[in-house]
């Protein structure tokens, strides 16, 4: 089963900008509660859509630049990139068919 991989400020350009597939980061942190219910959801995901789209984590305490970059001012926050752009998003614990709708979303 496929894990979300780790992405971080030296290899998010490779891994999500260069990507020929969606990808879908989620940006947490230890310390939130809220991305540790996330973070499961985010795993399965993960495992669901391995070879159709890339599912990575940006821990944002050791990563500020990338988190910076696209103003991620509260965690959790999921992005969703296409073709090298931000395509889509969701801040905040929500449910995994919203995630699973805005990758399909992506993947069209």
Same mark, same amino acid.
Not at 69 to 84: A, E, N, V
Not at 94 to 106: D, I, R
């Given at each position: 089963?496929?894990?979300?991989?780790?992405?971080?400020?030296?290899?998010?350009?490779?891994?999500?900008?260069?990507?020929?597939?969606?990808?879908?980061?989620?940006?947490?942190?230890?310390?939130?509660?809220?991305?540790?219910?996330?973070? @499961?959801?985010?795993?399965?995901?993960? #495992?669901?859509?391995?070879?159709?789209? &890339? /599912? +990575?984590? =940006?821990?944002?305490?050791?990563?500020?630049?990338?988190?910076?970059?696209?103003?991620?001012?509260?965690? @959790?926050?999921?992005?969703?990139?296409? #073709?090298?752009?931000?395509?889509?998003? &969701? /801040? +905040?614990? =929500?449910?995994?068919?919203?995630?699973?709708?805005?990758?399909?979303?992506?993947?069209?």
């Amino acid at each position: 089963m496929a894990n979300a991989i780790e992405i971080t400020d030296a290899n998010f350009e490779e891994l999500v900008l260069n990507s020929d597939k969606p990808v879908l980061v989620d940006f947490w942190a230890e310390w939130c509660g809220p991305c540790r219910m996330v973070g @499961p959801v985010v795993e399965e995901i993960a #495992g669901e859509y391995a070879g159709k789209a &890339v /599912v +990575g984590k =940006v821990d944002v305490d050791a990563n500020p630049n990338i988190a910076a970059k696209f103003g991620i001012r509260s965690i @959790p926050t999921l992005l969703y990139f296409k #073709g090298g752009e931000k395509v889509d998003g &969701v /801040v +905040g614990a =929500v449910p995994k068919g919203t995630l699973v709708s805005k990758l399909e979303g992506a993947l069209a």
